[in-house]
């Protein structure tokens, strides 16, 4: 019956999983989880058992992430049955030696998550075994285990002594525990300096008063480590809410000479668990001369001095050295802008420098001036940083400051605050930036187009069209292009600009040819072809090269028509054909069979081999069936029979998974053409890569 059920769970999720990958990953599983819970839990362990074990340990990996899913699920809350269960099956397969070691490796990893009280005698008995790897894995499962068994099985394995790396090894098992009644054994382990640092650490962490008290004893005799454990045990004691004993042993140690890595993780957990105390502690680290007490003391002021932090440190900041200055200033916050400002008289250029940075973070209008200035005339780095501060600073009075300053004062200044407004989005300052860019000033008006780029939207194009066809604001045509590459009705746009160009004067419609690429669709396209029929030469010339630059596959046909007609020169017909060219081989979003017909085209079309050529190589880029059957013929070409055989190698690498067959084909043909031994060599070698 439990087999017939199987059968039929197997069945359900084969029809419920379609990929195959999947499959392998998923439904054994699913099907172990429903072994589980149909009762066949040991049958299911003992199946997998000899693929845990399986020769080759990549025949391994599948077996041991479905066991381990099982841990998962049944170590999840709520499931205790569950996990009794299973946590008894896989103790009994780790306790029984006639399971091959790589299983009962696997085995016992699982019960770290699973393991509890039921699976401490199997861990035990391997814990005293001669096995290294499953000791090792025994032990760490015992660390995890919550049974009170447990941590006496980890004592008793540390009476018995061993070789320094494995009672270091159990004396980590029981600081992790916080075994409390290990105390008097780790604390034998201080007098060996091998075990002297781990054994510190582990009575940190189990923390009790006895702990504690043998700690100071070691920390009094410079045992390794002890001074650390010590600052270690006082941030748990605070996260365990005991602020007094952890108050206790701050002081005392703050009071040792200790090393600067402890001193500082002391100061902080003094400033958690007794800030009055620590805040002159925090001032004198701060004004000393060591960097790393130094930047403790910041962390430590933010705890102890909380929402007044800004303010304590403007206070102290007269007396700082550089180094804490640099510090303090990336800590303040909107109220000490008037502090910030002076520190950009600094003599140190660093602290210039974050001083700038700072004003990003916190300035507001006051700020917007000597950030202009620093943004307008200054060196590199701090031109750099403060044009970046101008874009980020967000304080009351700050874009109002920047109008206003964009009208008036040097040019580069203006320029600056000009930038300053595009970077920050300022969509409202559009109006001044359109008559800022008709301004005589070439640094100002180039930086109004740089931000009415930016900024304009739909509603600015026609505006902006206008300044670049004055031909008065060389940086216009850029601004446009830029407005037109990120509107969202392109077809009503390109309605606007076809009927600006239609009125406009002939020398002024080329202009507006490069926006209307940029701007893609249907109606600019249209607008764009009725213009190549003008008897201007120029616009006529401006049109066909703007066309040929079009962005999408629609163009292909009217290009096309221009390079078969006779009056077309030679000139315009390689270029609109090497537009076509372009766009085969470029639009993987067009049907493979429209690419193709337009290469030929260009081939059958074209008067110069290399306009022929270059359509060639685009078949190449079609990883079609279809495309085999029109290169094959080209490879009895005279002229070209080499490019096609080139091609040819290239689509063969394309197709050699999908359509292997085809490729085959292709490979056949081109071994049996008029080409060289070279090309024949990667024809072959295409199908193997």
Same mark, same amino acid.
């Given at each position: 019956?439990?087999?017939?059920?199987?059968?039929?769970i197997?069945?359900?999720?084969?029809?419920?999983?379609?990929n195959?990958?999947?499959?392998r990953?998923?439904?054994?599983?699913?099907?172990?989880?429903?072994?589980?819970?149909?009762?066949?839990?040991e049958?299911?362990?003992?199946?997998?058992?000899?693929?845990?074990?399986a020769?080759?340990?990549?025949?391994?990996?599948?077996?041991?992430?479905e066991?381990?899913?099982?841990a998962?699920?049944?170590?999840?809350?709520?499931?205790?049955?569950?996990r009794?269960?299973?946590?008894?099956?896989l103790?009994a397969k780790?306790?029984?030696s006639?399971?091959?070691?790589?299983?009962?490796?696997?085995?016992?990893r699982?019960?770290?998550?699973v393991?509890?009280?039921?699976s401490?005698?199997?861990?035990t008995?391997l814990?005293?075994?001669?096995?290294?790897?499953?000791?090792?894995?025994?032990?760490r499962?015992l660390?995890?285990?919550?049974?009170?068994?447990?941590?006496k099985?980890?004592?008793?394995a540390l009476?018995?002594?061993?070789?320094a790396?494995w009672?270091i090894?159990?004396?980590?098992?029981l600081?992790?525990?916080?075994?409390?009644?290990a105390?008097?054994?780790?604390?034998?382990?201080?007098?060996?300096?091998a075990?002297?640092?781990?054994?510190s650490?582990?009575?940190g962490?189990?923390?009790?008063?006895?702990?504690?008290?043998?700690?100071?004893?070691?920390?009094?005799?410079?045992?390794a480590?002890?001074?650390?454990?010590?600052?270690?045990?006082?941030?748990?004691?605070?996260?365990?809410?005991q602020?007094?004993?952890?108050?206790?042993?701050?002081?005392?140690?703050?009071?040792k000479e200790?090393?600067?890595?402890i001193?500082a993780?002391?100061l902080?957990t003094l400033?958690?668990?007794?800030?009055?105390?620590?805040?002159?502690l925090?001032?004198d680290?701060l004004?000393g001369?060591?960097?790393?007490l130094?930047?403790?003391?910041i962390?430590?002021?933010?705890?102890?001095?909380?929402?007044?932090?800004?303010?304590?440190?403007?206070?102290?900041?007269?007396k700082?050295?550089?180094?804490?200055?640099?510090?303090?200033?990336?800590?303040?916050?909107?109220?000490?802008?008037?502090l910030?400002?002076?520190?950009?008289?600094?003599?140190?250029?660093?602290?210039?420098?974050?001083?700038?940075?700072?004003?990003?973070r916190?300035?507001?209008?006051a700020?917007?001036? *000597?950030?202009?200035?620093?943004?307008?005339?200054s060196?590199?780095?701090?031109?750099?940083i403060?044009?970046?501060?101008?874009?980020r600073?967000?304080?009351?009075g *700050?874009?109002?400051?920047?109008q206003?300053?964009a009208g008036?004062g040097?040019?580069?200044?203006r320029?600056?605050?000009i930038?300053a407004?595009?970077?920050?989005?300022?969509?409202s300052?559009v109006?001044?930036?359109l008559?800022y860019?008709?301004?005589t000033?070439k640094v100002?008006?180039?930086?109004?187009?740089?931000?009415l780029?930016?900024?304009?939207?739909?509603?600015?194009?026609?505006?902006?069209?206008?300044?670049?066809?004055?031909?008065? *604001?060389?940086?216009?045509?850029?601004a446009?292009?830029?407005i037109?590459s990120?509107?969202?009705?392109?077809?009503?746009?390109?309605?606007?600009?076809?009927?600006?160009?239609?009125?406009?004067?002939?020398s002024?419609?080329p202009?507006?040819?490069g926006?209307?690429?940029? @701007?893609?669709?249907s109606?600019a396209?249209?607008?764009?072809?009725?213009?190549?029929?003008?008897p201007d030469?120029?616009?006529?010339?401006?049109?066909i090269?703007?066309?040929?630059?079009?962005?999408?596959?629609?163009a292909v046909?009217?290009l096309?028509?221009?390079g078969?007609?006779?009056?077309?020169?030679?000139?315009h017909?390689? @270029?609109?054909?090497?537009?076509?060219?372009?766009?085969?081989?470029?639009?993987?979003?067009?049907a493979?069979?429209?690419?193709i017909?337009?290469a030929?085209?260009?081939i059958?079309?074209a008067?110069?081999?290399?306009?022929k050529k270059?359509?060639?190589a685009?078949?190449?880029?079609?990883?079609?069936?279809?495309?085999?059957?029109?290169?094959?013929?080209?490879?009895?070409?005279? *002229?070209?029979?080499?490019?096609?055989?080139?091609a040819?190698?290239?689509?063969?690498?394309?197709?050699r998974r999908?359509?292997?067959r085809?490729?085959e084909?292709?490979v056949?043909?081109?071994?049996?053409?008029?080409?060289?031994?070279?090309?024949?060599?990667?024809a072959?070698?295409a199908?193997s890569r």
């Amino acid at each position: 019956m439990a087999n017939l059920e199987m059968t039929s769970i197997q069945m359900i999720f084969q029809r419920l999983i379609p990929n195959q990958f999947m499959k392998r990953l998923l439904i054994p599983v699913a099907l172990l989880a429903f072994a589980f819970a149909a009762g066949a839990s040991e049958q299911a362990v003992n199946d997998l058992i000899p693929r845990l074990a399986a020769p080759r340990i990549e025949d391994r990996m599948a077996p041991q992430n479905e066991l381990q899913a099982v841990a998962a699920k049944a170590s999840r809350p709520g499931a205790e049955a569950e996990r009794l269960a299973l946590a008894r099956i896989l103790a009994a397969k780790a306790a029984d030696s006639s399971v091959p070691q790589p299983a009962r490796v696997w085995i016992v990893r699982q019960l770290e998550y699973v393991g509890a009280v039921e699976s401490v005698p199997a861990l035990t008995s391997l814990l005293g075994g001669e096995d290294v790897e499953l000791r090792e894995c025994a032990r760490r499962a015992l660390a995890e285990n919550s049974a009170a068994e447990a941590g006496k099985s980890l004592r008793e394995a540390l009476a018995k002594g061993g070789e320094a790396a494995w009672r270091i090894g159990l004396l980590d098992a029981l600081g992790q525990r916080g075994e409390a009644s290990a105390v008097s054994q780790v604390a034998k382990e201080l007098g060996d300096p091998a075990t002297a640092q781990v054994a510190s650490l582990a009575l940190g962490r189990i923390g009790t008063e006895a702990a504690i008290a043998e700690l100071w004893k070691a920390a009094d005799n410079n045992v390794a480590g002890a001074d650390e454990a010590l600052a270690e045990s006082a941030g748990i004691l605070a996260t365990k809410g005991q602020m007094k004993n952890a108050e206790t042993i701050c002081t005392r140690l703050w009071k040792k000479e200790i090393a600067t890595p402890i001193r500082a993780t002391v100061l902080v957990t003094l400033a958690q668990v007794a800030p009055r105390e620590a805040k002159p502690l925090i001032q004198d680290a701060l004004a000393g001369s060591d960097t790393r007490l130094q930047t403790a003391a910041i962390s430590a002021a933010q705890i102890a001095f909380g929402k007044s932090t800004s303010t304590t440190l403007v206070e102290w900041y007269p007396k700082l050295n550089p180094a804490a200055r640099l510090l303090v200033l990336r800590e303040l916050d909107s109220s000490a802008e008037k502090l910030v400002l002076g520190a950009l008289a600094d003599p140190d250029e660093s602290i210039r420098l974050v001083a700038l940075e700072t004003l990003g973070r916190i300035g507001g209008g006051a700020s917007v001036s *000597v950030l202009l200035e620093s943004a307008a005339g200054s060196p590199a780095p701090a031109q750099k940083i403060a044009s970046a501060s101008l874009a980020r600073v967000s304080g009351p009075g *700050v874009d109002a400051a920047l109008q206003k300053l964009a009208g008036r004062g040097e040019p580069n200044s203006r320029a600056a605050a000009i930038r300053a407004m595009g970077d920050r989005s300022q969509v409202s300052a559009v109006p001044a930036l359109l008559k800022y860019a008709t301004e005589t000033n070439k640094v100002v008006a180039a930086a109004a187009c740089a931000s009415l780029g930016k900024l304009g939207g739909e509603s600015d194009v026609e505006p902006v069209a206008r300044l670049a066809m004055s031909g008065n *604001v060389p940086d216009a045509e850029a601004a446009l292009e830029s407005i037109l590459s990120r509107v969202e009705n392109k077809d009503a746009v390109a309605l606007k600009i076809a009927a600006l160009a239609r009125k406009a004067e002939n020398s002024q419609v080329p202009i507006l040819f490069g926006a209307m690429t940029a @701007l893609g669709g249907s109606a600019a396209m249209q607008a764009l072809i009725e213009k190549i029929s003008s008897p201007d030469a120029g616009v006529k010339d401006a049109a066909i090269r703007a066309l040929a630059n079009w962005p999408e596959f629609a163009a292909v046909n009217p290009l096309l028509e221009i390079g078969a007609k006779p009056d077309t020169s030679k000139a315009h017909q390689a @270029l609109v054909l090497r537009g076509v060219t372009r766009l085969a081989r470029s639009s993987e979003q067009a049907a493979a069979a429209d690419r193709i017909r337009a290469a030929q085209a260009v081939i059958k079309t074209a008067q110069r081999n290399e306009e022929k050529k270059d359509a060639v190589a685009a078949l190449g880029s079609i990883a079609s069936a279809e495309t085999v059957a029109a290169l094959t013929p080209m490879l009895t070409d005279s *002229v070209l029979k080499a490019d096609a055989a080139q091609a040819g190698v290239n689509l063969a690498r394309a197709l050699r998974r999908g359509n292997r067959r085809a490729a085959e084909d292709l490979v056949k043909a081109i071994s049996a053409a008029d080409v060289s031994a070279e090309l024949k060599q990667k024809a072959e070698a295409a199908l193997s890569r």
